[in-house]
């Protein structure tokens, strides 16, 4: 027997013993196959950009998993799916002592998937991702040793392997891990859009700027009813390249697929607010059709400050303070937007 330790986390790898108690999920009746194959599809359509927004989908899909523990206790790969459940959760949370604290409930399903059945390879590919989180790559390449010794070969024990490789700055064994699964004729388009990123990681400490670009037009042609995939071009275009015009008309096509989108709004109307400071005349100011249209899409200045992560959203957030000011003492007239930044 095997013990790894890290950060709470505890994986027992029995490796050459056989639990023959346990059942395979697809052995349930039709019914609950369909509760199953639900819930999982939910956690399967979880993008590192929607979980914030996906919360009650998330948290609905443990329900039903919970039901089926119930009534299925012995079946690892539920204990296994309740675990990735607690995991999206965690990272819907945004705070890093509940995300720690999902992960150790997360643990815990794994480790009831690993008593009902020792070999259960899956068990470790996610152990993989979860040494990651907090911060062990050691741990998570042991785990995913383990994993490929108990035969797993599926795109997430490459894919979290090169995310360990990548924090640890190993982009030259990250890429061909990514590579593989990029090129692969796998059906999983989460799995593909991880390789594409973790390709796109590669490309930036290259600093080939014309794969950075391609790989996001790529992502968008991978998930093109994806919101959040023409939300980071738009984003890209605006902080790296300047391009206001092609910018917003990335965030537009962001909006049209998620008119809700709340990252989407800001960068449009950051874009919007940089056009106008492009013109406008410091010492006589015109509020004009770019100015309203920003506050119309995006009426939360205040929230600039929060997300300046780029130079120019920094300037957006210093120019909205300023023009609070000057509409607020010297042009009363133009108090319509302004009033609402106070």
């Known amino acids: 027997m095997k013990k790894i330790i890290i950060g709470g986390l505890v994986a027992l790898a029995v490796l050459g013993v056989w639990f023959f108690g346990f059942r395979d999920h697809t052995t349930m009746n039709a019914k609950d196959i369909a509760q199953y194959d639900a819930a999982v599809a939910v956690l399967d359509d979880i993008r590192s950009y929607t ?6 989908d998330v948290l609905a899909a443990g329900e039903n998993l919970d039901i089926l523990i119930e009534k299925y206790p012995e079946m690892p790969r539920l204990h296994y799916q309740k675990a990735r459940v607690y995991i999206f959760y965690g990272i819907a949370l945004e705070d890093r002592g509940k995300f720690n604290f999902m992960l150790g409930q997360a643990d815990e399903e794994l480790k009831l998937s690993l008593e009902i059945d020792p070999k259960f390879a899956d068990a470790y590919v996610l152990y993989g991702i979860m040494y990651y989180n907090v911060g062990n790559e050691e741990a998570a390449h042991e785990a995913l040793d383990i994993a490929e010794t108990l035969g797993a070969d599926g795109p997430w024990l490459y894919l979290n392997r090169a995310v360990a490789f990548t924090a640890q700055k190993e ?59 023409y939300t980071k071009y738009a984003k890209r275009l605006l902080c790296q390249n300047r391009d206001l015009d092609k910018s917003i008309e990335y965030s537009k096509q962001a909006l049209a697929q998620n008119e809700d989108f709340e990252e989407s709004r800001r960068w449009y109307a950051a874009a919007l607010y940089l056009k106008w400071t492009d013109t406008v005349d410091v010492k006589n100011p015109v509020f004009n059709e770019d100015y309203y249209k920003a506050f119309e899409i995006y009426p939360y200045p205040g929230k600039y400050q929060q997300h300046n992560s780029c130079l120019e959203m920094s300037m957006v957030a210093n120019m909205v303070e300023w023009t609070h000011e000057f509409t607020r003492k010297d042009d009363p007239k133009s108090m319509e937007p302004a009033k609402n930044l106070r």
């Open 51 to 56: 979980p914030r927004q996906r919360q009650k």
């Open 171 to 229: 982009f030259d064994k990250a890429r061909p891990l990514y590579q593989k699964i990029y090129d692969s004729d796998t059906t999983n388009i989460k799995a593909k859009r991880t390789a594409l990123i973790g390709l796109r990681d590669y490309y930036i400490w290259e600093r080939n700027v014309e794969m950075i670009d391609k790989s996001y037009l790529e992502e968008i042609a991978l998930e093109p009813r994806a919101a959040g995939a």
